[in-house]
């Protein structure tokens, strides 16, 4: 195992043929990790040598990006620009999500243990627009909530048309 990943850090680019050409010796255990070395090197040898502290400040920058649309709780809070919440039920929260994304409000739903609701975080200074998204959110709710369903809807139908379907047949002749 050895003397492959020495001959892959020597060749490089051509390590791949190297695990090919070593394979016929290897147990599947051992060509999985000289899989594993050789995509390993290939990263290393495409990546530009970098100095620790680079690297570092690479990541920290990374860190500190402002997510947008919806995040965790975590990444939420770091961005110091204070947390408002609201409740959202279980069944909800896909619609919420959909609506908040549309508004551009900067959100995280977090599941409460034990309940079947959703506490969703925002930005303070997202408070007028996840109002107007709310807004909307509640309207729709309402209208699904007036408009039956489509069970509802076939049990009214059903006694009409079997009515319809007995006066439409034709008399059996006696």
């Known amino acids: ?10 060749e490089g680019k051509n390590s791949v043929v190297v695990v090919i050409r070593g394979a016929a010796r290897l147990t599947p255990k051992a060509l999985k990790l000289a899989i594993k070395a050789a995509m390993g ?3 290393l040898a495409a990546l ?11 990541l920290d920058a990374y860190k500190n990006v402002d997510h947008h649309g919806k995040q965790t709780v975590k ?8 947390l408002q919440s609201i409740e ?9 999500n959909r609506v908040a ?3 551009g409000v900067d959100f995280a739903p977090y599941k409460v243990k034990g309940e079947r ?5 925002f930005k303070g200074q997202d408070a007028d627009a996840l109002t107007a998204a709310f807004k909307e959110y509640t309207s729709k709710e309402a209208r699904k909530a007036s408009r039956p369903s489509l ?9 009409r048309s079997a009515a319809h379907e007995r006066s439409s047949r034709p008399e059996p002749v006696r």
């Open 1 to 10: 195992m050895q003397e492959i990943e020495e001959e892959i850090a020597r």
């Open 41 to 43: 090197a290939l990263k």
């Open 48 to 58: 530009p040598i970098k100095a620790p502290g680079a690297i570092k400040k690479e």
């Open 75 to 82: 990444q939420l809070a770091r961005q110091n620009k204070g």
């Open 88 to 96: 959202v039920n279980d069944k909800n929260i896909g619609d919420f």
């Open 101 to 103: 994304r549309k508004y």
């Open 117 to 121: 609701t959703y506490m969703v975080f």
């Open 151 to 159: 069970r509802q809807k076939l049990a009214q139908l059903k006694p």
